[in-house]
C-alpha cells in the first residue's frame, strides 16, 4: 500500500480585470504560505476567459504586484484563455451524460419570466434561473439554425445521476454539506464564451492538482456547485478553506475599482511590502 502522503498544492487565481488590492494581497499570501510550510506547491493561474474585461496589462500587474510581496511561483502560469479546448471537453463529456441543456433566454426573457412568477427563489448570485428552456422541444431545431446559446447545468438531473449527499472538507467550517439548489442550472459554457467561472475553475483545479484549495469566503457558495461538477467529471475534491474578507475603514470589502488601495498605489507611496503584511496580521 502506497502511505506516501499527497504532497499539498495550492493556488492563487486572480482574474485580470484590474489591479490587484489589499484583500488579493491576504489571500495570496496565505495560499503561498500553507504551500511553504507543509513543503508543498504554489501555483499562479491567470482566470482569464473573459476576454473582454480581462487585459493583458493587468496580467503583467499581477506579476509585478506579487513579486513586490516576495511571492514566487511554478512557470509556466496557466492561462485559462490557452486552455479553452479543456473545458470544451468536459462540457462534451457532461453533454454525452445528458447532464446540461442549452438555453437561449436573453436576460429580458429571464426577468420577464421572475417578474411573472408567484415565487421567484433568490439564491447568493441573485434570482435562480427559472428553467424556461430546461426540457424544450425546439431546442434541436433552434441549435440547427445556429440561434445564440449558453450552456446550464440540469441540476436536479446531476444530483439524480450521482445518488449520494455531497459534502467537503472546510478548514474553518468543519464538514459542510452540499447546497447547490441555492445555485440551481448555473451557465457551464457563456453565449460569448466557451466556458464558465464555474466549469473553468473545476477543470483547473483538477488537472493542475489542487490538493487545498484556500479562498475568500465570497466563493463559499460557488464551492457548493463545484462539488456537484468535480463528483460528475471524477475529479477528487479538495480541501477548502474559505477565509473572512478583508474591510476597508467603512466596513465595505476592497474592491478593484478603488484605486487608492490597489498595490501599485502602496508600493508607488514608498509602504514596505514587510509593513503591509504585519497590517494584514501576516
Ligand atoms: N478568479 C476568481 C476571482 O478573481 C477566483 C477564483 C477562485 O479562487 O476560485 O475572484
Not at 496557466?78 to 462540457?91: P, T, V
Not at 466563493?219 to 473572512?244: D, E, M, N, R, S
Request: hydrophobic letters at 35%; aromatic letters at 8%.
Amino acid at each position: 500500500m502506497n502511505t506516501t502522503p499527497r504532497q499539498l498544492v495550492t493556488r492563487f487565481a486572480p482574474s485580470p480585470t484590474g489591479r490587484l488590492h489589499k484583500g488579493h494581497a491576504y489571500s495570496a499570501l496565505l495560499a503561498y504560505r500553507r504551500a511553504q510550510e507543509a513543503g508543498g506547491r504554489f501555483l499562479l493561474r491567470i482566470e482569464d476567459i473573459d476576454t473582454v474585461r480581462c487585459r493583458n496589462e493587468f496580467v503583467g500587474g499581477i506579476f509585478e504586484d506579487l513579486t513586490w510581496l516576495g511571492l514566487d511561483w511554478e512557470e509556466p502560469v496557466r492561462r485559462q484563455s490557452e486552455h479553452f479546448g479543456d473545458y470544451q471537453n468536459a462540457l462534451d463529456r457532461l453533454k454525452a451524460m445528458g447532464l446540461v441543456y442549452p438555453c437561449f433566454c436573453t436576460r429580458k426573457d429571464i426577468s420577464r419570466e421572475i417578474d411573472a412568477s408567484e415565487s421567484a427563489p433568490h439564491g447568493p448570485d441573485g434570482p435562480i434561473y427559472p428553467g424556461i428552456c430546461r426540457g424544450r422541444d425546439d431546442a434541436s431545431t433552434l441549435l440547427a439554425e445556429g440561434t445564440p446559446h449558453a450552456w446550464r447545468l440540469d441540476l436536479a438531473k446531476a444530483l439524480a445521476h450521482i445518488g449520494e449527499p455531497l459534502v467537503w472538507q472546510d478548514e474553518l467550517k468543519g464538514e459542510v454539506t452540499a447546497t447547490p439548489d441555492e445555485l440551481g442550472d448555473v451557465v457551464l459554457a457563456r453565449k460569448d464564451t466557451p466556458t464558465s467561472y464555474h466549469l473553468s475553475v473545476v477543470v483547473d483545479d483538477a488537472l493542475q492538482g489542487i490538493t487545498h484549495i484556500i479562498r475568500g469566503e465570497d466563493l463559499f457558495h460557488a464551492t457548493h456547485i463545484h462539488i456537484v461538477l468535480q463528483k460528475l467529471l471524477g475529479y477528487p475534491t479538495p480541501v477548502y478553506h474559505h477565509h473572512g474578507l478583508l474591510l476597508d475603514e467603512r466596513g465595505e470589502r476592497f474592491a478593484k475599482r478603488n484605486k487608492s488601495v490597489t498595490l501599485e498605489s502602496l508600493r508607488e507611496s514608498g509602504v514596505d511590502p514587510a509593513d503591509l503584511l504585519a497590517a494584514l496580521g501576516l
